[in-house]
């Protein structure tokens, strides 16, 4: 709730800054606003003159820090308009002189209020707490190593603002330094709480004062008794923030299941000309065997593939769901108008031609007409779409009718085509590809909510550049998370922060280290590339949710054994300390000369006999939770031999409720890739030549079951 005492009192400081003209605070404004917030700092006064610098300076009683109040200096330190550890009168007066010296020096125009005595605090780990206005998340909280060397160390992280006391705590321990803050050799830890209030009222501060656009307080100097902040700048923003037009859940789905779920769609500019996209669109709609109604619309034509041709969406008769736009950008706006008179909810937008080339003016006319008459746009400038459990391909790209439980989107059609390629070579079965193009209307939370509840939808992968919304996706992400698991390939990694920026917290908050800690705070897991992606999609649906962290490897080859083992260190996982009965029983199994402990090493010339015992072993042990199995191909034991015991005995046990999440790395001869599709088939998931992806996507599993609440600890 907000608290009217605390906000005028803020109110007043900003309305006088912007009366000003100004966008930055200065010290003593910074001061008032952090009291106001309960922000802590050191004790201060501003000295005008010399002589109440040394009045000021006698009353805090000790060695003081003496900074510049200029509204026209940011830095401070940079202008020289900083002196630490002043004591005594003679050296106040002279630290004074210096000061503005310097100032005028740095900028002979710059407006000198006067001088800041700060009480020297004790010394203690400095950290930064700040905030920014992202322009994908809006207020973003900021939390990380501080002073000199932040914007090198760059160990910081981020979460949405406004945080609460528990969110909080927890970024304390989300930086790489987080077992400095708890201290390290003798030296004590830090106020845990103290500092957590520090980022907790920062981020309350810019949650309720939108027009500010980043907060900076740097250094912190945590100690065992408090955190303070020894600087506090503050910088509002220019302008008002223009708000997207958000839409209710229910007007949501009440649209996006008349998309993918229509009885009736409309295909404006089909054609019977074949090479053409209007014709492409007819045939994969009348090919798929799509159930519904479709009503080809051209003015040149009577008929299109056996159906009836209409000259204009409006002659079409009864109510139609979807309207597929294949006509030039130019035409789009003036039969966009028709749609919306006829009452369709959705269009479909093929064309290119709008703001990805340049036309920003066409393609926000498209979008004032189509919130006019309440019509949701899909694109423009993509590919189509795919629902294949409505034997429905509205696309000019190749068809694809095999249905699963993967929701595919992207941003791209050339990442589209190539998920639809991976999709075809692994036989993975989806409930729809979508592309979303320049994403004028609809974009990833629509369709994320829309995925949420659909029960063909079982796990969903979707390749981005940029989200219009960041926090409606947060807000999707985390009403699907608990259901199924949500995939995110974020492209533009490497093109992060390149923005100017009035603070260290601003310049840290590039745009990828924003996703990156958000989209983790989300619960979704983020691929490191396409091929991950589509691999995390493929294979989540089929691993069970574990129920517990140990993971233990069987492999028969020892060289296996260790890059499996690192492997399960590099993803986060936990390889079991095997207790003494379980390692016994395991030796039983494996030759003198192999190895138990985990990885159980049972050497590659073992029989099949041994494969099986120890797997069954793992799954009858209810303190196992996860295995990675290491196949190495020998005659002995050969591909499909093990892939057939493998499959059996897992199947045995899942009938007996026993169900535990199992992948196989195999090492051989191409023989290898057979059996590694004909496990997957059977809910083992299993890779050929490589011991990283298999334990990748146990590690993508655990993730998600930890951001699902099915594991203990955070995600």
Known sequence: MLDENRAARVRAVLDAVRAEGRTTLTAPEGKEVADAYGIAVPGEELARDVEEAVAHAARFGGPVVMKIVSPDILHKTEAGGVVVGVEGAAAVREAFHTIVGNARAYDEHARVTGVQIQELLPEGQEVIVGAVTDPTFGKVVAFGLGGVLVEVLKDVTFRLAPVDADEALSMLDSIRAAPVLRGVRGRAGVDRWALAEQIRRVSLLVA??????????????????????????????????????????????????????????????????????????????????????????????????????????????????????????????????????????????????????????????????????????????????????????????????????????????????AILGFARSTRTGVSAIVGLGNKSDLDEDDLLTWFAQDPHTECVAMHLEDLKDGRAFVEAARATVPKKPVVVLKAGRTAAGARAAGSHTGALAGDDAVYDDILRQAGVIRAPGLHDMLEYARALPVLPAPCGDNVVIITGAGGSGVLLSDAVTDNGLSLMEIPPDLDEAFRSFIPPFGAAGNPVDITGGEPPSTYEATIRLGLEDPRVHALVLGYWHTIVTPPMVFAELTARVVAEFRERGVVKPVVASLAGDVEVEEACQYLFERGVVAYPYTTERPVAVLGAKYRWARAAGLLGGGS
Request: with cysteine; charged share 25%.
């Open 208 to 417: 309720e004062f939108p027009e500010i656009a980043e907060v900076d307080l740097n250094p912190v100097i945590a100690t065992p008794e408090g955190a303070h902040a020894a600087d506090v700048r503050i910088i509002l923003a220019d302008g008002p923030v223009k708000e997207r037009r958000r839409y209710a859940r229910e007007e949501i789905l009440a649209s996006m299941r008349r998309l993918m779920k229509p009885r009736s769609v409309a295909v404006i500019g089909a054609s019977g000309e074949p090479g053409k996209i209007g014709n492409s669109v007819m045939r994969n709609l009348v090919d798929g065997g799509f159930a519904g109604d479709i009503h080809p619309v051209n003015p040149k034509a009577d008929d299109i593939l056996g159906r009836k041709a209409y000259r204009s969406v409006g002659d079409v008769p009864g109510e139609v769901d979807v309207a597929v736009f294949a006509i030039p950008a130019r035409f789009v706006g003036a039969a966009l108008e028709e749609v919306g008179r006829k009452g369709i909810p959705n269009a479909v937008l093929i064309p290119s031609g709008f703001a990805e080339t340049g036309e920003h003016a066409l393609q926000a006319e498209i979008v004032e007409i189509a919130e006019r008459h309440g019509v949701r746009l899909l694109g423009p400038n993509i590919y189509g779409y795919y629902s294949t459990w409505q034997d429905l391909c509205a696309t000019f790209c190749t068809p694809y009718d095999v249905k699963g439980g993967v929701a595919l989107t992207s941003q791209s059609g050339g990442i589209g085509m």
